[in-house]
Structure formats: C-alpha cells, structure tokens
C-alpha cells in the first residue's frame, strides 16, 4: 500500500509527524487519538517501521487523507475544536530549520513529501517521537486522566528506547512525559541518556512536567542546548494549589524562573511555555493568571476541559463547556475573560488571545442554547 495522490493536504499530519507510544503499550498517532490503537510489544523490540508503517498507522493516515469517517479515533479531535488547519498545518512546518543535521534536514523534506501526497506507507522516520513513561505522580490534580489508573508500576524501558537511537537521532523532538517524569526512574534514565548524548545535540527535547521537582535537574539538563520545557499550571497562588493538589506553588514558580535565568546565564536555546485547562476553578482567575505570564513573559497554552472515566466527579462540578450553567458560580467570568484576551493581544500573544476568544464564544453559544442531556450520556474516553 504505496499511498493515495491526494489533490489538498490531508486533514491533520499528526499520523505523518508522530509516534506516540505509551507506558502501557498502546501506541497512536497522538495522544488526543480516541479510538482503539496499536499494541505495542512491551517485551520485544521489532524495527520501528513495522509500527510506523504498521496496519493501524496506514488507516489513520487514510481516514485523514480526505473526510474522517463516523467511528474514526480522529472524529471530533479536541485539538482541531478551536484551531484553523491552516494553523495547525503551522505546527507541522514550524520547526526552526537553521539547528538541523543533514539527516534531520533529509528526513523533514521526506515528511512533508509524504504528508502533501497523502502517502499510506512512507520513507521518513516521525519528527517527533513522544514517549509516555508511567502514570506516576508527586502531586494528586482535580481533573487528572490517570488518577484512576494509580497505582500502576508499569512503565517504558529506557534501553529499548535507546535501541532506536539510529530513528531517533533524525527525529525533531523528543518528547517525555508521565506521571510525572521526573520521579520515574526509566524516565530520568532516558533524560539523562538524551542530554549527554552529543548524537542528539541537534534534537530538540520536550519535557513535559508540573515543575515541582526541576530543582533538582536544573544543573545537569544544562548539558543540553535545545530544550522546551511545558510546565502545567492552569492558575497561580491559591488557585493552582487547589487545582493541582499536593504541590506548592512558590517552589514551582521558583523553579520557572531559575529555568529562563539559567537559559540566560548559559545562552540555552531553551522555551518556557505553560499548559493551563480552562474550567470553573481556573477561570476565576483567569486574567491573574495571563499577568502572571506577561510579567516572566512566559507564554501560556490554553485547552478546555477533557474528559476521561474515572473522573467524573471533576467533570460535572469543573466542565463549563459541557454544563454552562457552571458560569454562574464564577462572578464576572465574561469581564476576566475579556481582560485576559486584551493583555494577549497587547502582548502581541495572537494564537493565546484568540484561543481565549474562540472559548468565550463558544461558552456564549453553550450558555444561549439547551442544556445538553450530558450527565446522563456522557463520553469518556480511556487514556
């Protein structure tokens, strides 16, 4: 199955760009996919390419190749809710290209060959590899996906991940993720291979974690050039501590800090970014939260609420985009929302303020309509 001339770019190029591989062996093309996915063989370790070009890769570049069928795990993806393909199609070619080896440089123009040609079964290795180490965490968040799943000791190797090194070294990013990361001992295996590693100093690794122990990895990802670490946040002061339950906010905005001054002291090519769900709890404080970020100027990404089983209890009490009614325990919601969107623009932060802009309408037009019978018929999905 060689590929299918398409006439416009397939719908999302996420199958085209990514391996997502799990802690418990599920692997996708992302991890927003909500749908069955591909086993991965957590005990052997075959040639990347028979899950890059494997059965379920192939049906999921053709179910974006034209119109995502009824039943596909693409169907109604959260990420396209509030982005333009236009603008996601950005994220795909965005990639600073001046930091790239010749292999890196080969591997991207063979991407995006495929991708345009919306081709089934391709000739590059993903641009990003995102690797899901466990669900273990030092911190207990309302909202969290994986609570249910705890405790859960398994986990990715990080010597079998390694074994890919020849893929991986023609990659963009890597990403690593939990739980929490750095508390898993594979995962900080892997960290610290990745860092002093000089076959990856062209490849850019994402650290995705709620920042509560980078205190104590600071100095030696300082090895590394090219990191972008996301930190999870979705308020400040009071208001992060009862979302993200267990942590401490003056130590995780300590440790953001010291991350851009030791950037600067060292000339790191490092980001600093955040993640924050917009749901009741947040939103109270919402235009806080957006100074905050100007003041360190820290850009801030923005997600509604997901909902996933196990958490239900947060879905019915947090999720203002399912149960509107929810606004009106959050005293002048529109106003810091208004005031939010206008510090993005006048920042200059234009993707953030209209992400803000798009959320408020569509909170407007939830608020405005009937109340859809969601509590008795709720979907959850299972990470």
């Known amino acids: 199955m060689n590929g299918l001339p398409a006439q416009k770019s397939p719908m999302c190029f996420e199958p085209w760009y990514e391996l997502n591989v799990m802690y418990n062996g599920r692997l996708a093309c992302c991890c927003y996919y909500n749908g069955p996915a591909s086993t991965f063989d957590l005990d052997r370790w075959p040639d990347l390419f028979s899950y890059w070009n494997g059965d379920f890769m192939r049906k999921v570049r053709s179910e974006v190749v034209d119109n995502v069928p009824e039943g596909s795990g693409c169907k109604g993806c959260v990420v396209f809710k509030y982005r333009s393909h236009e603008e996601m199609s950005q994220l ?3 990639s600073p290209q001046d930091i790239l080896s010749p292999a890196q440089l080969e591997n991207r123009q063979r991407a995006m060959a495929n991708f345009a040609a919306g081709k089934l079964e391709v000739d590059h290795v993903p641009m990003r590899f995102y690797f899901n ?5 030092n911190i207990n968040c309302i909202m969290c996906c994986q609570t249910p799943e705890r405790p859960s000791h398994q986990t990715l190797d990080a010597d079998r991940l390694l074994a890919w090194k020849p893929h991986m070294v023609k990659a963009e990013t890597i990403s690593v993720i939990g739980g929490e990361p750095l508390i898993l001992p594979q995962a900080i295996k892997f960290i610290r291979a990745i ?3 000089q076959d990856f100093s062209t490849v850019r690794m ?3 974690t709620n920042g509560l122990n980078l205190d104590k990895f600071i100095d030696e990802l300082s090895a590394k050039t090219h990191i972008n670490f996301c930190i999870s946040l979705d308020g400040i002061g009071d208001s992060y501590e009862h979302i993200r339950a267990g942590s401490n906010w003056s130590r995780v905005e300590n440790n953001l800090l010291a991350l851009k001054e030791t950037a600067a002291r060292r000339n790191l090519k490092w980001t600093v970014v955040t993640a924050n769900i917009v749901m009741k709890s947040s939103l ?7 100074r905050w ?3 360190h100027d820290i850009h801030p990404n923005f997600v509604d609420f997901m909902n996933f089983s196990g958490i239900e209890d947060t879905y019915f009490k947090e999720n203002i985009f399912a149960f509107p009614d929810l606004l009106g325990e959050v005293p002048d919601w529109n106003g810091k929302l208004e005031e939010a969107i206008h510090l993005l623009n006048e920042k200059g932060w234009f993707g953030s303020a209209d992400l803000l802009r798009k959320m408020k309408l569509d909170l407007i037009t939830r608020l405005f309509s009937p109340l ?3 509590r008795q018929q709720m979907s959850c999905r299972k990470g």
């Open 92 to 94: 795909f070619q965005g």
């Open 133 to 137: 180490f466990g669900v273990s965490c």
């Open 195 to 197: 860092v002093q590693d």
């Open 206 to 208: 994402d650290l995705l």
């Open 284 to 290: 109270a404080t919402i235009d806080k939260l957006v």
């Open 293 to 295: 970020h100007i003041e």
């Open 372 to 374: 859809p019978n969601e």
